[in-house]
């Protein structure tokens, strides 16, 4: 199984509105690709530099590498655009990919 994590610090003028459109509208859109089978959501309590925003980890478990690659190619675009849209100059994102090993 894979971990796909995106951590997203946004900006705190919008956070709560950001946090309430993730799991009402961007989360429900990537799971109804059926290519996760679950997710998760966890803010970060500690951060080394005061960026003026929350950081929060977005994680999605996927069954294999063959998934995940479809998604990114069929609609992980299309998501970014979006997220992109809403909130322009308000985030910044670091990805990574992991690898469930127990």
Known sequence: MLLYNITVSIDNAVADEWLEWMKETHIPEV????????YQIAKMLT????????????????RNMTDF????QDHAPNLVEKHAN???????TFESLLEIVD
């Open 31 to 38: 799971m109804a690709t059926t290519y996760f089978i679950k």
């Open 69 to 72: 690659e479809e998604f990114q």
């Open 86 to 92: 809403r909130y322009p100059n308000q985030f910044v």
């Open 47 to 62: 951060e080394e530099n005061d960026t003026g925003g929350t950081t929060y980890a977005v994680q999605y478990f996927c």
